[in-house]
C-alpha cells in the first residue's frame, strides 16, 4: 500500500513506521503524504484506539531530505513546509492519541514530528535537534512554535540557535520527552502506554486532547471556558455514566465510546 512507511493495526493500536532506513528515514514530499494518509486512516477505524509511530533502523527521522531539498527554489520549499504544516497539524488535531517510540535520531523535520505526537519515549540511544541554522534556514514543520512551547522560550532559542544535539536524558530533564526506555524495551514501553489509555474512556481521552491542545492556545479565561464545553460533552456520554456505576460498584468499566 505505502512505498516509504508501513502501517498495520494490532490489538485497538495503529502502529505507523517511517521505512526508509538507507535514508535514516529523511522526509521527503511522498512521506508526509502516505503519514497523512495513514493517520486518516487511523482517525477513521473505530477499532483504533491509539497510535505508536516509531522509525525503521537506527533513525526515527534524521530530518527532512536535504537532497530533495537543495533542488528546492523558495516557493517549492514554502510548499513543502506547507505540507509538513498539514500533516503535524492534522495529527494535533485528530482524536486518537499518537505516542512517538524515538528509536534514534530525531534530528530537524524528525524532531518537530516528534513533537507533534501527544506523548514521546525515546530509547536511551535517541538523539534530538534541530540543526537547521546550520543549513542556512530555520525549522519549517513548526519546531520554532512546538519546541518553545514544550521547553520555554530560552531552552528553545537554545538549542534552536546554536544547532547542539542532546541525548534522551537531556530531553527527558527539559521536558522534551515523557520516559526513557532501553532499546530494546522501547516498544514494550510504548505499549504499556497505549494500553494504559486504551483502557480509559475514549470520549474522555479524545476531549482531554482536545482541551489541552486547543486550550493551550487561548488566553485562561477562554480555554476554562473551552474546558467546561468539552467537560459537559463528556459528562454527557454513555461512557461517564459506566464508568461512575463501575467505580461505586468496584468493577473493571466496560466503555463502549458512546
Do not use: W
Not at 536535504?66 to 492534522?90: C, P, V
Amino acid at each position: 500500500m505505502y512505498e516509504n512507511i508501513k502501517f498495520e493495526v494490532k490489538d485497538a493500536i495503529g502502529y505507523i513506521t517511517i521505512d526508509r532506513p538507507k535514508a535514516l528515514n529523511a522526509l521527503n514530499e511522498d512521506v508526509l503524504n502516505e503519514l497523512y494518509d495513514a493517520f486518516s486512516k487511523v482517525e477513521a477505524d473505530e477499532a483504533v484506539r491509539c497510535v505508536i509511530l516509531t522509525g525503521e533502523g537506527k533513525a526515527f527521522v534524521a530530518g527532512a531530505d536535504i537532497a530533495q531539498m537543495s533542488q528546492m527554489n523558495a516557493l517549492e520549499g514554502r510548499n513543502m513546509m506547507i505540507l509538513g504544516h498539514k500533516l503535524m497539524n492534522y495529527m494535533e488535531a485528530i482524536e486518537k492519541p499518537i505516542i512517538a517510540a524515538v528509536n534514534g535520531f530525531a534530528l530537524g523535520g524528525g524532531c518537530e514530528l516528534s513533537m507533534a505526537c501527544d506523548i514521546r519515549i525515546a530509547s536511551t540511544k535517541a538523539k534530538f535537534g534541530q540543526p537547521e541554522v546550520g543549513l542556512g534556514i530555520i525549522p519549517g514543520f513548526g519546531g520554532t512554535q512546538r519546541l518553545s512551547r514544550l521547553v520555554g522560550k530560552g531552552m528553545a532559542k537554545y538549542l534552536i540557535m546554536t544547532a547542539n544535539m542532546i541525548g534522551a536524558d537531556e530531553a527527558y530533564r527539559i521536558g522534551l520527552v515523557e520516559q526513557i526506555a532501553e532499546p530494546e524495551a522501547l516498544m514494550e514501553a510504548a505499549e504499556k502506554v497505549a494500553n494504559t489509555i486504551i483502557s480509559k474512556a475514549p470520549i474522555a481521552v479524545a476531549t482531554a486532547k482536545a482541551a489541552i491542545n486547543h486550550g493551550y492556545d487561548m488566553d485562561m479565561k477562554s480555554a476554562s471556558k473551552f474546558e467546561i464545553e468539552t467537560f459537559t460533552a463528556a459528562f454527557g456520554s454513555e461512557d461517564k455514566t459506566e464508568g461512575m456505576d463501575a467505580f461505586l460498584n468496584k468493577r473493571a468499566p466496560e466503555f463502549k465510546n458512546k
